[in-house]
Every structure is written in structure tokens, then in C-alpha cells.
């Protein structure tokens, strides 16, 4: 990945990963010159919608928000539609380099009315050390693990079970769906 500012100097270089809540738009990109080089990694769809993390069915982030389905109260001119606005003007006149670790959040970011032409953005998945992390035969796996060679694992995980964002309700009607006489133990 060549990067665009190699010509530009700065003292630094700013990496933004996870920032709801914490980056107060106007005055973080007005404290900034103009090149200084600023890369964003996604890590949700914060930084493309008027202030949500996941979209889900939603697409009015295409075009500027309101009408927000996610809060109580929907109007045109809602939350949503003013996050949308300051963040717009925020992002117009810097060249931020967004980072994309999966192709679905690239997706997600062509889509958004907060990205242009001006805004481009690049795969570059999270990495992996695959000296550590690699595949190794099954039955290796489970006995490292301590894991029942003759059962069906099923593996969940989440920081909230109540997040309905994380599945555990589809988890739970898997397994109620499964068949009483299969052997499974669920991590």
C-alpha cells in the first residue's frame, strides 16, 4: 500500500480506530493542519452514519440520516441527521485514509453520504501471527484443548449475552432446533 502523504511532512501521524464518545469532530479535525496525515481503521459504522454502530436494515445513512429508527423519537431533523451534518463538514476538507478490515465495512463506508470521490477506502484485514495461529488437525486441536473427541462443539462468545446484536437468542433456538439424541458441548 503506497501511501498517499509520502511527500507531505508531518510530526505525526494519526491513527484513529474506536472513537464514539470520545472524538469531539469539530475541534479535533480544526486543531489539525491540513497535512497532517490522518488514517482511520473501522471498527463499526460510527464514523459513516449520524451515530450508529451497526445499520442493520437501515440505509439513510446514504443520504444523511434523520427519521433515525434506532431512537424514540424520530423526526427529520433528529440527532442522527445533526451528527450526520457535523460530521460532514468535519471530514470535507481533510483527506482522511480510511482503512477497512473487512470488505462488508468498505461496503458500508461506499455507501455512506459522509464518503465521496475524496475519501477512499482499503482492505487491509486485521493480522494474524500464523506461527501461533494456524489450523492443526482436529483431533490435536480437541485434545489440547481437553475437548471431547466425540461430541459436536459449538463455540459463542460475546462481552454481553443481553447485546441482541451478538446472537444468543439465534444460539438458543439452534439449540433447541438440535437433535436430543446429538452429543454437544457448547463453549
Not at 42 to 59: F, I, K, R, V, W
Request: proline letters at 7%.
Amino acid at each position: 500500500y503506497e501511501t498517499p502523504w509520502k511527500s507531505q511532512t508531518a510530526d505525526c501521524l494519526i491513527h484513529l480506530h474506536w472513537t464514539a464518545n470520545f472524538l469531539d469532530y469539530p475541534t479535533f479535525f480544526a486543531s489539525l493542519s491540513q497535512q497532517q496525515p490522518i488514517i482511520w481503521t473501522l471498527h463499526d459504522a460510527n464514523p459513516l452514519t449520524g451515530g450508529c454502530h451497526l445499520t442493520n436494515e437501515c440505509s439513510r445513512f446514504a443520504d444523511g440520516c434523520g427519521n433515525c429508527p434506532q431512537l424514540g423519537r424520530p423526526h427529520p431533523d433528529d440527532w442522527s441527521a445533526r451528527t450526520f451534518r457535523l460530521k460532514q463538514q468535519a471530514y470535507a476538507e481533510r483527506s482522511v485514509h480510511w482503512i477497512a478490515p473487512s470488505h462488508w465495512i468498505k461496503r458500508q463506508a461506499e455507501l455512506s453520504g459522509l464518503f465521496g470521490k475524496r475519501h477512499q477506502v482499503q482492505v487491509i484485514p486485521h493480522g494474524l501471527d500464523l506461527t501461533t495461529f494456524r489450523p492443526i488437525p482436529r483431533c490435536e486441536a480437541r485434545e489440547t484443548l481437553g475437548l471431547p473427541p466425540d461430541r459436536t462443539i459449538i463455540a459463542f462468545g460475546a462481552a454481553s449475552l443481553d447485546d441482541k446484536h451478538k446472537g444468543m437468542q439465534d444460539l438458543v433456538e439452534a439449540l433447541h432446533r438440535t437433535p436430543a439424541t446429538r452429543q454437544t458441548t457448547l463453549l
